[in-house]
């Protein structure tokens, strides 16, 4: 009869030392992956929660916003003036606002933003519902311009808490960019289910409240917020090594994002599937989250200055998928293959340049830092808007697919100047 196997320790007396041997089956146990990893930081998933919950309206705001007021006055026209305002207003106040917040802390300058923000917000819906004069419409909306820059208050935080690790640090950036793209692909459809469903303020009321409770819930965490630099030593970000040519393919590549959209819109609608077009747009935003969180799963290679040339050399190369889909196919669908392959680049570049804009923002100014670059992906959005209906009308939906090429193009030649001698040296935060 065979011995049954032992399971239980056994224990013993060597001279006068007692020795156990635990004779029971050994697991092997994986080593936590590096999203697992980067959320065993004390407090990460707390300010992230709060940080997302907040992040989400952001993709909600302008399509709310137009909806209730064309639905309420009829005119697409003044709604996509009022919205521009609003773009145009945050162009001017966020790097003002993520200034005050590198001075004075996140806490005590986002929460009292947002509030204004909110209110703005709430007095938009309350001019569109009660019918008030159209100027009413563009000071209020003017007003959501206090918003703060979450997402830069995020990655602040993160480079706060990982310091000199690389790695983490591009897993954090990677994660981020990703919730970024989740956000912005949610959110629209969010929107338009409940103007839809319910009331057509009904977005912009949900919107206004999720900001609030997340910034509020985002800035209670104190215990991950980085310390106050009262007198920072660095100059403008503006004027910092590498940062001009690095602003400038933020904006090029917000020109990108504006064009596509609108042209991908133009193109769905000249096909007779106008709704169509969220569908071929949310897909991108999909290829793109999904690149960025495998980029971040893997340890960054090379210089952070020849990683954006690539990054960007690849985002080239795959929009001209979608200008062959439109131009010799002219079918939608294969058009928003086209779109989820073409987005699998965008996250990545993001990545790498909002780790750039870390490195070479000044200490003590990295949410500026980080604010200039979001408006200068804003201010690039309108470009390519506006450059995208242009060849929409003069031309066609199919030709005006070289918008976003060509903006991706003018891009990489930016990149190649951005990369200064010193453009890895990481400044001590």
Do not use: K
């Amino acid at each position: 009869m065979p011995e049954p196997t032992r399971t239980a320790p056994l224990f013993t007396v060597t001279a006068d030392t007692l020795v156990v041997v635990d004779f029971g089956p050994r697991e092997r146990q994986r080593p936590p992956g590096p999203y697992r990893r980067l959320f065993t930081v004390p407090g990460a998933r707390a300010f992230t929660f709060g940080n997302l919950l907040a992040r989400l309206p952001m993709g909600m705001f302008s399509l709310s916003a137009v909806m209730m007021i064309a639905g309420a006055r009829g005119s697409y026209a003044l709604a996509g003036a009022v919205t521009a305002t609003g773009l145009a207003a945050t162009g001017l106040v966020a790097p003002w606002i993520a200034r005050l917040v590198d001075r004075h802390g996140q806490a005590r300058i986002a929460v009292p933003a947002t509030a204004v923000a909110v209110l703005g917000s709430l007095a938009l819906l309350l001019c569109v519902h009660y019918d008030a004069p159209a100027w009413t419409l563009f000071a209020s909306y003017a007003a959501t311009a206090t918003t703060p820059n979450t997402g830069g208050m995020s990655r602040a935080r993160w480079a706060h808490l990982l310091g000199e690790d690389e790695r983490a640090l591009h897993t954090a950036n990677s994660f981020e960019q990703a919730a970024d793209e989740l956000c912005f692909m949610l959110g629209p459809v969010l929107a338009a289910f409940l103007c839809g469903t319910f009331f057509p303020e009904a977005g912009t009321l949900v919107g206004a409240v999720l900001l609030l409770t997340g910034v509020l819930l985002f800035a209670a965490q104190r215990s991950t917020e980085p310390p106050v630099r009262r007198r920072t030593p660095g100059g403008s970000p503006v004027r910092a090594p590498g940062m001009p040519p690095l602003l400038a393919v933020c904006l090029a590549t917000g020109a990108v994002f504006g064009s596509t959209e609108v042209v991908t819109i133009a193109f769905a609608d000249a096909q007779g599937h106008r709704s169509a077009a969220g569908v071929a747009l949310g897909l991108q935003a999909a290829g793109s989250c999904a690149a960025g969180l495998v980029f971040g799963a893997f340890g960054p290679t090379g210089s952070a200055g020849r990683r954006l040339t690539w990054c960007v050399a690849a985002m080239t190369a795959l929009l001209t998928l979608p200008l062959l889909a439109a131009s010799l196919t002219g079918s939608l669908p294969l058009l928003a293959l086209a779109l989820l392959i073409a987005g699998m680049a965008t996250a990545p570049t993001m990545v790498t340049t909002m780790t750039l804009v870390q490195r070479r923002t000044p200490q003590g100014r990295l949410n500026e830092g980080m604010t200039l670059a979001v408006t200068g992906l804003l201010g690039g959005i309108a470009c390519g808007s506006a450059t995208g209906g242009w060849l929409v009308d003069h031309l066609s939906a199919t030709a005006a697919y070289g918008a976003p090429v060509t903006a991706a193009a003018l891009a990489l030649l930016i990149s190649l100047t951005a990369r200064t001698p010193n453009s890895d040296s990481r400044q001590m935060r």
